[in-house]
């Protein structure tokens, strides 16, 4: 197969790639996924279609997109899934970090259900970023594709279904198992992991990093994002994201941030917080999604960095996300 052919459907994580796709003179039908997964409800058992309506009413809640622009575009997007067949090839092109191998995760197993002939979906996966490459260095990587075989399609389905399982438990033993074909798979799922409210104090990783970063001093939302990526082994929360956690922290019900961009500062709470003092989760009412599993004030299981695993604190265990929709 020719992968510079017209006929080739190329799917990668959003706009930056595509336009070094350009650059790069790759033919073809260019496809951007453009969903954070690791945030916001997936609940199990759902297809394509269906975790799309509850993707796209998420992202237009938090502010991410408009709501008929983001339910078009994605089902823009799921139409070209669903017609894979009528393409020679599709090449999926993903980086290590979380956001991608969650992406990964969905589109392989969306295609899986399409059942297409062997060989005809090939991956390219990469630690570095592939929108920062030239278009030299993406034109590269492209004769060094691989087959998508069939044990890699299990590992991808297997993947799924316990990213969007209602027990955590399942996340846990697919963040302790190496996935054949998915060489990244497992660090990124550990480290969904560490987004789980925290045994001592209540934050995610994220959090924690955020708050780390405005306990240095003033700085704008930037320099902020900036300094909070600066921890992480590999970047996967974009900048909104980032600005709208700021958002969560800022939170009257239980705030740990003050002030304005630029002259961002910890409550006194905050101090506490970060410093292990306080659990932020006795003031602050938690409703939020991690995959299948939505995490709620006195139902919510904590990560113990430490043990690395998942503990139930006192009176808390993890709601069940089967069957609910939104």
């Not at 823009?76 to 067949?85: F, K, V």
């Not at 390219?124 to 998508?148: F, K, N, W």
């Not at 560490?194 to 306990?215: C, M, T, V």
């Not at 003050?258 to 409703?287: H, K, M």
Request: proline share 4%; aromatic share 8%.
């Amino acid at each position: 197969m020719n992968p510079a052919s017209a006929a080739t459907l190329h799917v990668t994580n959003g706009d930056s790639v595509l336009y070094v796709f350009k650059k790069a003179g790759i033919l073809g039908t260019h496809l951007a996924w453009r969903d954070a997964l690791e945030e916001g409800p997936v609940p199990a058992g759902l297809t394509l279609e269906e975790t799309t309506a509850i993707r796209a009413r998420y992202l237009a809640e938090r502010g991410y997109a408009k709501p008929i622009k983001v339910i078009h575009d994605f089902q823009a997007r799921d139409g070209q899934i669903r017609n894979a067949r009528s393409f020679r090839e599709v090449v999926l092109w993903f980086e290590h970090d979380l956001y991608d191998q969650l992406q990964l995760l969905q589109v392989l197993t969306s295609l899986d259900d399409a059942k297409l002939e062997p060989g005809r979906v090939t991956l390219v996966q990469s630690d570095r970023y592939l929108g920062t490459m030239t278009a030299e260095e993406l034109s590269a990587l492209l004769p060094r594709r691989r087959i998508a075989t069939a044990a890699t399609f299990a590992s991808a389905r297997r993947g799924w279904e316990r990213f969007t399982s209602p027990t955590p438990a399942d996340l846990l033993a697919a963040a302790q198992e190496d996935a054949i074909g998915l060489p990244f798979l497992r660090a990124a799922l550990q480290r969904l992991c560490e987004e789980y409210p925290s045994k001592q104090d209540g934050l995610s990783r994220s959090q924690r990093q955020a708050l780390a970063a405005i306990a240095q001093g003033p700085a704008d939302d930037a320099e902020l994002y900036s300094r909070a990526q600066a921890h992480e082994e590999a970047c996967f929360q974009g900048d909104s994201a980032f600005y709208r956690m700021l958002d969560d922290l800022r939170d009257g019900r239980g705030a740990l941030i003050t002030g304005e961009q630029g002259r961002l500062e910890l409550t006194s709470l905050g101090r506490e917080v970060l410093a292990g003092d306080a659990d932020w989760l006795e003031t602050y009412p938690i409703d939020r999604w991690i995959g299948g599993v939505r995490l709620t004030q006195g139902q919510t299981v904590r990560w113990d960095d430490d043990a690395r695993r998942f503990v139930e604190t006192a009176g808390e265990g993890a709601d069940s996300a089967k069957g609910e929709r939104r």
